[in-house]
């Protein structure tokens, strides 16, 4: 999951720290444009929909992932409900 919460960052340096996590570049799902306070941004949505029990979510860092402490910890119980690992690079 990549995210820029303007159209003038460059998701190019998230985009390189998840292939080097071994994230097939397929499988990267992006917001671009959203602020970090918005959690229903489709990369998200869309993140969140493709994963399986034993499969691993993997961002670059936490603060990517979720905008708030509030948001960090609902994704993380969503997917520890649903047997899904959290990886941070």
Do not use: F, W
Request: net charge neutral.
């Amino acid at each position: 999951m990549a995210r820029v919460s303007t159209n003038h960052q460059d998701l190019g340096s998230q985009q390189v720290g998840l292939q080097g996590l071994g994230v097939p570049k397929d499988l990267v799902y992006v917001d671009h444009g959203l602020t970090d306070r918005n959690r229903e941004g489709p990369g998200l949505n869309q993140t969140l929909a493709a994963c399986r029990a034993g499969d691993t979510v993997v961002d670059t860092k936490l603060d990517r992932l979720a905008g708030s402490l509030a948001d960090a910890r609902d994704i993380v119980e969503d997917l520890t409900k649903r047997k899904i690992k959290l990886s941070l690079g």
